[in-house]
């Protein structure tokens, strides 16, 4: 909580402090039954005092910031530092602004007000009010040393200013009139806010490509992946180094290396993403196996996993792509045939549907969603045409649900009638 600057030293009620007996030290209880009423010292945790949401550790608890015991207040040394705690939570002030709830009470000041003709001394204190075991607002009050009169100020947030958190999200480019490009960065000052494991998803769009469609035996596959926070504020997540770990599985989704196996993960640290901005890397897998084996020439997919911490919840969201190795089918080589996704969608109900193109005599096509094989359609009768137009349609099945946030991989295999086979696959978002 702020706290409040004085002009004037007071040390006369260093000894009526001292002499007084305190109404009571409270250590406050979420899990007290009714609500707590603590001062004119208490003990409360930490993290109800953070309500800047500064990244950083919370954890343990805070005790009232009395500064009366290092100050002077002239008319003050006839009162008990009991007397003036009950003087203050009795005003009518008071009691109308809390109205049933529970208190600690988090700083004990004082406040001179001065001007032509008069001065005015004043007792500042501050609480964080209590409901159902939680902060709900907080509260300032004014005690008027020489009228005794108490005036109370609620506030539904801290109040005061807030120390800035300075982000820099991405450069943005811009080119001018004169053909100059230029390269700038915003930053982002502010207080950086929690998400929940449901907002995450929402907030923070994940995605994961490789450089290529095709690599050839043996060539490191280039990885790149991103997670943007897609909000309008600069989010607090804690990230480690597992947040971004990658998986290889073949084209049924069994494993075939787990980056995160090979990674000492370390603790989290803050690492807050501004809008626009947030995570990013560029990994190359050998083409190995977690044993160490070089893998064959096939189609496999990478999974990257992203997982980091937010308000102290853990979250998780994953991207998935698909990329060539070698020859589909090593034991005929190269084929000419090819088949093309023109267009691709999956409905709400999980209908996949692909518009095809093929440039030779088709026999079947083999379609796989996100790792899972949906079925076979035979074409077999289908001649001497050198395209066909054709319309596969599958059923996702409970093994891959519908996901209206994250597009699908959809892989198809197109096997011919001169037994060569073509692999294609596209990456449709369900419609609304």
Known sequence: MPGYSSRILLVAVVAIIAASSLVGVTIYSQDAG??????????WPASWSNFCNIPGDNSGNDTTNNSLA????????????DQLYLKIINSQSFQNVTNGKGWVTTYWGTQEESGPGYSD??????????SAGKPNGYLTTHYDVATENVTANYQQSGGGSCPAIDVIGPSETSTSNSGT?????????????????????????????????IYNIGQPVEILTALTNEGSQV???????????YKILNLTDNLVYNSAAHTSCGSYEDNPAAPRGGLGS???????????????A??????????????GQEMNQTARSVFQIGATSPSSGSSPDQITIQSSSVSPAGLVSANLVTTSNLDSIHMYANGVSLGTKNYTGLCCSITYELTINLQLNQTVPVDSHRPYVIVLIGTFEDG?????WASPIPSN
Request: charged share 10%; proline share 3%.
């Open 121 to 130: 001394s004043y007792v500042v204190t501050q609480f964080i009010l209590i």
């Open 181 to 213: 490009t230029n390269s700038t960065s915003n930053v982002y000052q502010g207080t950086a806010v929690t998400i929940s494991p449901v907002e995450f998803t929402s907030v923070f769009w994940s995605e994961v490509n490789v450089e290529q469609a």
């Open 235 to 245: 989010v607090d997540i804690e990230t480690n180094s597992c947040s971004l770990s």
């Open 34 to 43: 009714t609500q707590e009423q603590s001062g004119p010292i208490s003990t």
């Open 282 to 296: 560029i990994v190359y897998w050998n083409q190995t196996s977690d044993s160490g084996r070089k893998v064959g």
């Open 70 to 81: 290092n100050n002077y207040t002239p008319g003050l040394g006839n009162i008990t530092f």
């Open 298 to 311: 096939g189609v496999y997919q990478v999974v990257e996993t992203f997982q980091l911490v937010s308000g």
């Open 420 to 424: 060569s086979t073509s692999v294609t």
